[in-house]
């Protein structure tokens, strides 16, 4: 028994004397570092440039159509024939008929589609437009790419870094 007892002993010393039974603390492979990706940094300042730039041209552009709201994310809107169904929110089935511009009034496509708003089913812009809504309501929304299709576009309609204007109405 007592040479059990020293063998338990004599390994536990073992371990808390080498560093075979001690975790050792990770290690960063020798191609990254604590530093950001330069090319990154500067892609994110591009496209802030970029943002800001649009920014100016879709406000001048809204307003002057007249009567459009900008909204906190970035995208205007104005929304006519104010329904009075139920308000629209996440989990809600739409079914909508819309028709996809350029701001230059080119019409890009022109269909009916149904989709669960919070399922990221369309744009960002679209869906947080449709928020804004009730059953039976018509609207445009001027999005800017970043809302839209960003820095890849919606091939072969929508072209990459491309704002769009988005006529709908909601029809369920």
Not at 17 to 32: F, I, R
Not at 40 to 56: F, G, P, Q, W, Y
Not at 81 to 105: E, F, I, P
Not at 149 to 165: A, C, F, N, Q, R
């Amino acid at each position: 028994m007592k040479a059990s007892y020293f063998l338990k002993l004599s390994v536990l010393l073992l371990c808390m004397t080498t560093s075979s039974c001690t975790k050792q603390a990770p290690q960063l492979p020798s191609n990254k570092g604590n530093e950001p990706d330069n090319s990154e940094v500067s892609l994110v300042k591009i496209n802030k440039k970029l943002a800001t730039k649009e920014d100016h041209i879709i406000k001048e552009f809204a307003e002057s159509k007249g009567s459009f709201k900008k909204n906190e994310l970035g995208f205007w809107y104005k929304i006519y024939n104010s329904g009075h169904g139920v308000a629209v929110k996440d989990s809600s089935v739409c079914k909508v008929y819309g028709k996809l511009m350029l701001l230059n009034g080119k019409t890009l496509e022109e269909a009916s589609n149904e989709f669960v708003i919070g399922k990221k089913q369309t744009i960002v812009g679209l869906e947080e437009g449709l928020k804004l809504m009730h059953r039976g309501d018509s609207a445009t929304f001027i999005i800017p790419w970043y809302l839209a299709y960003g820095m890849k576009g919606y091939e072969p309609l929508v072209p990459p870094y491309t704002s769009i204007i988005y006529k709908i109405k909601l029809l369920n």
